[in-house]
């Protein structure tokens, strides 16, 4: 079964940085591409950024554009989210997930990992 785990978060300083990993495992993952969410607790959960299967193609949320950069490495099966200039906003549950197949910017995800918190003071 396929099994996602994130890992990375903590508290960091608005301005701070942080990077976000999600390792991957049971089964091959050609094909399939990778995002991160995120969800305040009593919020819907929202889409952060999308990376395809090659590594080609991103597509990201327009509040992190320029701040936040999606990246994969197939050999380890994992998926990382860098976070730069962070602020307090940016506090949430990190979720990884994974769907195969394009187009990138669909939210149609069917593997979630349990997600980790980032916290960002003022």
């Known amino acids: 079964q396929v099994r996602l785990v994130e890992s990375g978060g903590g508290l960091v300083q608005a301005g701070g940085s942080l990077r976000l990993s999600c390792a991957a495992s049971?089964?091959?993952?050609?094909?399939?591409?990778m995002g991160w969410f995120r969800q305040v607790s009593g919020k819907e959960r929202e889409f952060v950024a999308a990376?395809?299967?090659?590594?080609?193609?991103?597509y990201y949320a327009d509040f992190v554009k320029g701040r936040f950069t999606i990246s994969r490495d197939n050999a380890k099966n994992t998926v990382y989210l860098q976070m730069n200039s962070l602020k307090p906003e940016d506090t949430a549950v990190y979720y990884c997930?994974?769907?195969?197949?394009?187009?990138?910017?669909?939210?149609?995800?069917?593997?979630w990992g349990q997600g980790t918190q980032v916290t960002v003071s003022s």
């Open positions: 990376i395809d299967w090659s590594g080609d193609s991103t």
């Open positions: 049971g089964r091959t993952f050609s094909g399939y591409a």
């Open positions: 997930a994974t769907r195969f197949g394009p187009p990138i910017e669909s939210r149609a995800y069917g593997y």
